[in-house]
Nanobody
Framework: QVQLVESGGGLVQAGGSLRLSCAAS????????MGWFRQAPGKEREFVAA????????YYADSVKDRFTVSRDNAKNTVYLQMNSLKPEDTAVYYC???????????????WGQGTQVTVSS
């Protein structure tokens, strides 16, 4: 059982950077792997990045590799997504999710945040 709230979205020029935060409540936060997803208008929600409960293992969609970095601070009950070299195609609502990692595969859980809008202008 965990509640999630995303923040940090906004409007940025192509090539710019943003850092998203996902604040969690509940003492069991550190027991979850965490994932970031995004959904653009007219598109399906897609996987962006995931991080293990310890923070040691990180996984990324090919579209964001070498540009985005996921991290977490369990003491602060927060997971982050640092987004660099942003492109217009990164425009979407970004959501965090509390789930599981099975080998290198992220398995979505039932807990989502409300989302935060990221808009990248050309």
């Amino acid at each position: 059982q965990v509640q999630l709230v995303e923040s940090g979205g906004g409007l940025v020029q192509a090539g710019g950077s943003l850092r998203l935060s996902c604040a969690a409540s509940g003492r069991t936060f550190s027991s979850y792997a965490m994932g970031w997803f995004r959904q653009a208008p007219g598109k399906e929600r897609e996987f962006v990045a995931a991080i293990s409960w310890s923070g040691i293992s990180q996984y990324y969609a090919d579209s964001v590799k070498d540009r985005f970095t996921v991290s977490r601070d369990n003491a602060k009950n927060t997971v982050y997504l640092q987004m660099n070299s942003l492109k217009p195609e990164d425009t979407a609502v970004y959501y965090c999710n509390a789930g599981r990692l099975l080998n290198s595969d992220y398995v979505k859980g039932d807990y989502w945040g409300q989302g935060t809008q990221v808009t990248v202008s050309s």
